[in-house]
């Protein structure tokens, strides 16, 4: 328990840091001083702004976007001068100060956005400010932006209560599926007691909450692609080797042990603890929060988004940790009082492990997904399911309840089989490859492009306006599951098909942490895949049908049809 909480404050005084940095005197200057922006409005009734730009930094003139604002509307952008930039090649950039007038007719809120640089060599983020022209309603925003500006203007208290009922929501989505067999087994597994459940689950919740919160403000601070740096297959193997290896003492295989020094401390720091202990339950709970960390969500990037825009780390970091717990309380509350539906302890609980210790393997095959050809990952589910038929014949002491649930798993494991030796994926529809149905959808899937630099996205970009097009930027990874699923249940749908048939449509490949894929991912903000933006026939995004996270093949159409009826 001294090591967990020595754990928790080292975790808590990293945040602090982030949030409260030392007061050394900074290389670079912040964004708002490098790039300090003002604007005024004129007696002609026009709005006049001006960026007033430090020596030794620059603006870039392709960055500057005026949100919703109509085209007709937009101030006329000076030359800038040339400038040779390692991503985009020779670029316009603005020095000393920029100067735009706004016409009188503009009117309403505009959402202005601007990136530069140092000569030193460091590059901001991009930046975003709305002014206000009036005479006109707030214009709409995307999900994402919408928890932004109310992280912006609410009261920490509301904002904490906002993000936790969030986390609530969360908790019954499939990014928190594979949490559900870890703290069952630290908990259910461990026989303890109804009290002694809370703590270790509290322990857990609060662990992984803790995680996720520093993995946010570290990816929103310092602008990095850590789903990216989580999702490599070396990170997520030794993962999946951790439940491996905690699903073999369920099988009563053997027993871990620690090193003898380190045993004998920790047995006479538990020996007053029954039923687990609150250090493992809380590594455990770590572990849990690395692997959420990465399942984009819309809160989760509005509280990014939040962090990036603002500076505000700390009430990122609390908001996100409020969000964490809204998402583990109902996995407590089903570990804990869910286990009073159980009978009392007997040998039925050895049942209990060998069935947590093959929800663990589920979990470990849950972990490699991402990297995982899906065949083969379907081959290895197929080979799970039939030894779970084998165990239940073998150790479910009711005949009738062994010999129905062997029957079913091994006739399922056997369709996995076979559904696998076709190229399969589909574990709910493992003969579908079978039917011919799949090949016909993808003979009339219309072509897509998948970019992974800059340039090419730029290219594809410049071509599509020259036709007037709708462009459609799917932003995708390999180990991204949820990119996956849509491309399953919603791209190769002959509806969807149909709807995009005049769309480009172009996947931005972010799968690599690379300095390419990182300006891939600062071109439009976006904090990870999957994210859908939309470019309308003038090359500009309608930020507020932007979609973050896993949606619908229903919900994606009906924001299709609102975005292109609104031109």
């Given at each position: 328990m001294k090591l967990f909480a020595l754990w928790a404050m080292l975790?808590?005084?990293?945040?602090?840091?982030?949030?409260?940095?030392?007061?050394?005197?900074?290389?670079?200057?912040?964004?708002?001083?490098?790039?300090?922006l003002s604007h005024e409005t004129l007696a002609s009734g026009e709005q006049r702004l001006h960026w007033d730009i430090a020596p030794g930094y620059y603006l870039y003139k392709n960055r500057l976007l005026f949100g919703e604002l109509p085209a007709d509307q937009h101030p006329a952008l000076p030359e800038g001068i040339a400038h040779h930039d390692e991503f985009f090649g020779e670029q316009p950039v603005y020095r000393d100060s920029l100067e735009l007038t706004l016409p009188a007719t503009a009117r309403g809120q505009v959402k202005l956005s601007w990136q530069g640089c140092a000569d030193a060599g460091l590059c901001y983020p991009p930046q975003t400010q709305v002014i206000d022209l009036g005479g006109a309603a707030v214009a709409p925003q995307a999900s994402d932006q919408a928890l932004a500006s109310g992280l912006q203007g609410r009261t920490l208290g509301l904002s904490l209560l906002v993000f936790f009922g969030l986390g609530l929501l969360l908790a019954f989505t499939p990014c928190s599926l594979p949490m559900l067999p870890i703290l069952a087994g630290v908990v259910v597994g461990s026989g303890a007691s109804t009290r002694r459940s809370v703590l270790l689950a509290s322990s857990y919740v609060v662990s992984m909450a803790l995680v996720y919160a520093g993995m946010g403000v570290v990816a929103a601070l310092l602008g990095?692609?850590?789903?990216?740096?989580?999702?490599?297959?070396l990170v997520l193997g030794a993962f999946a080797a951790l439940f491996v290896l905690l699903a073999l003492p369920m099988f009563g295989l053997f027993e871990l042990q620690l090193p003898s020094a380190l045993r004998d401390r920790l047995q006479q720091a538990g020996s007053r603890q029954r039923g687990g202990s609150l250090l493992g339950a809380g590594v455990l709970g770590l572990f849990s929060g690395v692997l959420v960390g990465p399942c984009m969500t819309a809160p989760l990037a509005g509280a990014l988004l939040y962090i990036a825009q603002s500076g505000d780390a700390l009430k990122g970091a609390l908001v996100l940790f409020a969000m964490g717990l809204g998402m583990g309380l109902p996995l407590v509350a089903l570990v804990t009082v869910g286990q009073r539906l159980l009978p009392k302890p007997g040998a039925w609980m050895n049942l209990v492990k060998g069935v947590f210790g093959l929800l663990f393997l589920g979990t470990a095959l849950l972990v490699v997904r991402p990297v995982l050809d899906p065949a083969t990952w379907l081959l290895l589910a197929a080979l799970l399911t039939l030894g779970a038929a084998t165990a239940s014949a073998i150790k479910v002491s009711h005949r009738l309840v062994g010999t129905t649930a062997a029957t079913m798993l091994g006739l399922w494991g056997v369709l996995m089989l076979v559904g696998a030796a076709g190229g399969s994926d589909d574990p709910l529809q493992p003969l579908k490859v079978y039917t011919g149905q799949a090949a016909a959808t993808s003979t009339n899937n219309p072509p897509v492009a998948q970019v992974d630099q800059p340039q090419a996205l730029q290219a594809e970009l410049d071509a599509a306006q020259a036709a007037g097009q709708w462009v459609l930027l799917d932003y995708t990874a390999d180990w991204c599951v949820n990119c996956k699923v849509m491309e399953k249940n919603i791209f190769q749908h002959p509806q969807t098909q149909a709807a995009l048939a005049q769309v480009r449509r172009l996947k931005v490949d972010v799968t690599h942490d690379t300095p390419a894929s990182r300006a891939l991912l600062d071109r439009y903000q976006v904090v990870g895949p999957p994210t859908l933006i939309w470019l309308g026939p003038n090359g500009e995004e309608r930020r507020a049908q932007r979609i973050t996270g896993l949606v619908d093949r229903a919900t994606f159409l009906a924001n299709w049809n609102t975005t292109k009826d609104q031109g």
């Open positions: 975790l808590f005084s990293t945040l602090a840091q982030a949030a409260f940095p030392l007061a050394v005197e900074p290389r670079f200057l912040p964004a708002d001083r490098a790039f300090s990095a692609n850590l789903q990216a740096t989580l999702q490599q297959p």
